[in-house]
Nanobody, 119 residues
Framework: QVQLVESGGGLVQAGGSLRLSCAAS????????MGWFRQSPGKEREFVAA????????NYADSVKGRFTISRDIVRNTVYLQMNSLKPEDTAVYYC????????????WGQGTQVTVSS
């Protein structure tokens, strides 16, 4: 059974940094894309960043380009989201997810981790 477990959220002041982790288990993730999404109260869930597990190619939402970096550790089966220069508008629950490279829909989701950025 696929499991995605996020950790690393917390409270940080504006301008600070956090690193989120997503421990993935239950299958081989070669041929999959791992993504980070976020959702704040009253808003729809939005895409943040994604990485191709096999090749390592990445893409980012415009709102986080230059501030966030997604990476993966193949040995540890873990995906990271390094978040720098955090802003209050980055406050949200952050979710890890996966999808096959050939599909557009993400099929497995973690439980989420709260990130709160104070001004």
């Amino acid at each position: 059974q696929v499991q995605l477990v996020e950790s690393g959220g917390g409270l940080v002041q504006a301008g600070g940094s956090l690193r989120l982790s997503c421990a993935a288990s239950g299958r081989t993730f070669s041929g999959y894309v791992m993504g980070w999404f976020r959702q704040s109260p009253g808003k729809e869930r939005e895409f943040v960043a994604a990485i191709n597990w096999s090749g390592g190619s990445t893409n980012y939402a415009d709102s986080v380009k230059g501030r966030f970096t997604i990476s993966r550790d193949i040995v540890r089966n873990t995906v990271y989201l390094q978040m720098n220069s955090l802003k209050p508008e980055d406050t949200a629950v952050y979710y890890c997810s996966s999808r096959p490279v050939t599909l557009r829909e993400y099929d497995y989701w973690g439980q989420g981790t709260q990130v709160t950025v104070s001004s």
